[in-house]
């Protein structure tokens, strides 16, 4: 008989020194009995998802190898040749999608003669830190350090933050006199970066140092590229315990819970998980957390996640595209050379009833089309989501994106402007199953060729 996975020593540990104080206000009730309800709570007003910056120890080839897979063009530097000696950050951009990497450079450029003068004075990234640095890379490997949300003041997001119980990873500092960013610890090793700008139309400037930060340099494009993705939809976290990682990213943001997922809702019969999807007023900025269940034929791919992880972290990104087909044939078409790969594809029993749960949303050509490209589909009572998954994008089977399209919610607002509504379709619960199904057998596929270390002699 196949024992049940338990949870680790420490699991309690964590559980108990997190969030205690906002424990009261968090009670899972699952999918089938949330009820959806916008307080509009934010305690610091929240525009947008502004950028994500991951760590690494090599931010030229990281940088490389996510624009060639996604599509997905370089236009700003700061390393040697800008003047920044403290590291190499190179930013990718398509459409409102913004991707940062960011490497140390060795220490000693930096130490100068005079004490008073900050080590990290180059750096374009005044939060960097090379002990931090190196040390994240070390746990983690490649990995997000920061989500960056765009706000009205960051240093009211700051101290009104911290006055409700988040940790200050990085008091409030103005750059140029035009940007300010801060940060508080999100999860993990994973900041929540706030960034505010003097000047509101900034974003109408082509000039990266006006409208992403000082002391970026612009890079011309050599060699135009775009798979259709345009922004982030919704950044995924792995927590040891949900119920206290909610209740403190909660308390501090004000963010009101948008959706919900419990292990009888998404998981199979050998693993599953628990999911609290976190939303700003305007539910454009959405934070879903995992945790994950016990006693298990299998560890849940949560746990998988923690332990390679070394702990909770940004377990993928959810990425828009305008035109899913058209960006998964890019990206299949790079797979081989140097791009992503995906999750196995769904057994043709799958496509052959998706007819009856999407209806007449897709074509008899798009569901066919849906099946050759592997992209799953699911529906709520608002809208409908495509989607499909990659394999972890580095080493270690942690960190994957997904790539997504929303179908309907279109709304208009005062100016008569037409947008979407965030989270139109909902998060793929029909399709959490199959997801599960696909890792638990990629996952097979790791543990194969693992062989028990011989005994001593």
Known sequence: MTASHSPPATATVIRSTMGQENDTQFNLVGFSNFVRTNPRSDRFRVHRFHHVEFWCTDATNAALRFSWGLGMPMVAKSDLSTGNQTHASYLLRSGDLNFLFTAPYSPTLTRTADPARPSNSSASIPTFDHTASRAFSATHGLGVRAVAIQVEDAVSAFTTSVAHGA???AAPILLDNRVTIAEVQLYGDVVLRYVSYSDHNHLTDPDPNLWFL???EPLPSSF???????????AVGNVEDLKSAISYVKGFTGFHEFAEFTADDVGT???GLNSVVLANNEEMVLLPMNEPVYGTKRKSQIQTYLEHNEGAGLQHLALVSEDIFRTLREMRSRSSVGGFQFMPKPPPTYYENLKKRAGDVLTDEQ???????????????QGTLLQIFTKPVGDRPTMFVEIIQRV???LKDEEGKVHQKG????FGKGNFSELFKSIEEYEKTLEAKQIAEPAAA
């Open 167 to 169: 940790k200050p990873s």
């Open 214 to 216: 000082p002391g970026f």
């Open 224 to 234: 135009p590229i775009d798979f259709g993705i345009r922004r982030l939809d919704h």
């Open 269 to 271: 019969s050998e693993s």
């Open 367 to 381: 569901i066919k089309e849906c099946e050759e490209l592997g992209i799953l589909v699911d529906r709520d009572d």
């Open 408 to 410: 309907g919610c279109m």
């Open 423 to 426: 989270g139109c379709g909902g």
